[in-house]
């Protein structure tokens, strides 16, 4: 009984050997495969950036930016779009009166406006870009430039009530906007490509936590006149390293979300600013740079801007700036009064 006991436990034991061999046998032709397979995985992704925010997307960006003209008067807040634009712009456009440049290329939000009239310096702008300008309207140098096709676009003044749509809630010239859809369609009615062909001189920080940090600076304001609806204020929430941007007092909102508007950085570059006619139009140099200020991360960084290829760039040492990655707006901010007075920012 004994003998047969011993015999079947050493009958078990090599089974339970041989099971375990088989298995260690699969495993090891399975492994080299999967080992293979993953390190292949691992050499075919690729990180990528969106090329105005530094943020890392899974597909290479492809789309060509898009730059429109929202219009910035009060009677047109709160603007439908902003929060999905990467880059914003903010200069005059007559008097002490504002307009944005909202740049949209990691997005398209479904609506965007109130659209407004065009300038020489914003289609100046959109060429150096690259981007693909819808505007509503134009001041006559800006016809000139727009009729040559300086840039491709498309304009309301072509295309009211068919790409463009007049809301009924606000008055003219308060109330033209165009959609996602009317954009794409607008590429090809003027047959513009939609392919991003201009690479971008922006560079970035991997994050806010690589900007040296020496003293917060808070709260951040930028006067355009003496009209309080044209006083802009930033301030920095530590937790998230964004600015919260308020106009007139009141925090800047997209209309389509209700959401605050929040960017990573501001920047205010000086400009050499003139008068142009009667109705208070501007003329705006972007070529031959100045002084600005960076702010990011809640730190100020005096720097110089250069035009580099028809793109406002900040400098510092001879370098580009670097930016925090995520959304930035720019300030061109007349060189009469100059930063020094037009901008102010306490701790």
């Not at 430039?145 to 749509?165: C, E, K, R």
Request: charged share 25%; aromatic share 8%.
């Amino acid at each position: 009984m004994k003998k047969k006991l011993m015999v079947g436990l050493l009958v078990l034991g090599v089974l339970i050997v041989g099971c375990s061999k088989e298995k260690e046998e699969k495993e090891v032709k399975k492994d080299p495969e999967k080992t293979e397979v993953q390190a292949e995985a691992e050499v075919e992704k690729k990180t990528y950036f969106t090329p105005f925010t530094g943020l890392e997307v899974e597909q290479k960006p492809k789309m060509r930016p898009v730059m429109v003209t929202i219009n910035n008067h009060p009677q047109a807040r709160p603007q439908s779009g902003l929060t999905s634009a990467d880059l914003v712009y903010e200069m005059v456009a007559e008097g002490n009166i504002t307009r944005l440049l909202a740049v949209f290329q990691s997005e398209l939000p479904e609506n965007i406006g109130p659209v407004r009239s065009a300038r020489d310096y914003f289609v100046d702008l959109a060429k150096g870009l690259d981007a693909f300008y819808i505007a509503h309207g134009y001041s006559p140098e800006a016809q000139r430039m727009l009729s040559a096709s300086v840039v491709d676009n498309i304009n309301g003044m072509q295309y009211d009530g068919s790409l463009f749509q007049r809301s009924t809630d606000r008055v003219a010239p308060h109330n033209s906007y165009i959609s996602e859809e009317n954009v794409k369609l607008g590429f090809k009615k003027v047959g513009a490509s939609l392919k991003m062909q201009k690479k971008v001189p922006f560079s970035f920080y991997e994050s806010a936590e690589d900007v040296k940090i020496e003293k917060y600076i808070s709260k951040v304001d930028i006067r355009y006149g003496v009209d309080e609806q044209f006083h802009n204020t930033y301030t920095f929430n530590e937790d998230n390293k964004l600015y919260e941007r308020q106009s007139g007092g009141v925090v800047t909102k997209d209309l389509l979300n209700d959401e605050s508007v929040q960017v990573a950085n501001v920047l205010f570059f000086e400009v050499n600013q003139s008068t142009v006619d009667q109705k208070g139009r501007q003329s705006l140099d972007l070529t031959s740079g100045g002084n600005g200020y960076v702010f990011q991360a809640g730190q100020k960084l005096d720097v110089k801007w250069r035009n580099v290829d028809g793109v406002l760039v900040p400098y510092a040492n001879n370098q580009p700036v670097k930016l925090v990655p995520g959304k930035s707006w720019i300030h061109l901010v007349p060189s009469n009064p100059g930063l020094a007075k037009a901008v102010t920012y306490e701790p």
